[in-house]
């Protein structure tokens, strides 16, 4: 129902920025939140950041002050502006939707794009 296609990963150095973007096509009516998760060689996948229909934003203690989540309009895009990165940012990145389909809650997940800051 939902499909996400993200882009924009890519290898910076440290203090570097980079700009994730993810599109979502399908019913994107029915999507309540999106958001951006990581995940990093041996680690568990992780919260980075999530912002609602409402456009209330969330994020990991970890990121604050250094990224930001932002929606466009139509609210079928969402972006991740990463500035300060560190090398412990390194991970792959994956877009998350939340969406509701007869009061359900569901996932969906992007493909992955990866982030690499090197020292």
């Known amino acids: 129902q939902v499909q996400l296609v993200e882009s924009g990963g890519g290898l910076v150095q440290v203090g570097g920025s980079l700009r994730l973007s993810c599109e979502a096509s399908?019913?994107?009516?029915?999507?309540?939140?999106m958001g951006w998760y990581r995940q990093a060689p041996g680690n568990e996948r992780e919260l980075v950041a999530t912002?609602?229909?409402?456009?209330?934003?969330n994020y990991a203690d970890s990121v604050k002050g250094r990224f930001t989540i932002s929606r466009t309009n139509a609210k079928n895009t969402v972006y991740l502006q990463m500035n300060s990165l560190k090398t412990e940012d390194t991970a792959v990145y994956y877009c998350?939707?939340?969406?509701?389909?007869?009061?359900?809650?569901?996932?969906?997940w992007g493909q992955g794009t990866q982030v690499t800051v090197s020292s």
């Open positions: 399908g019913i994107v009516s029915i999507i309540v939140a």
């Open positions: 912002i609602t229909s409402g456009d209330v934003a």
């Open positions: 998350n939707a939340v969406f509701r389909i007869g009061g359900i809650r569901y996932d969906g």
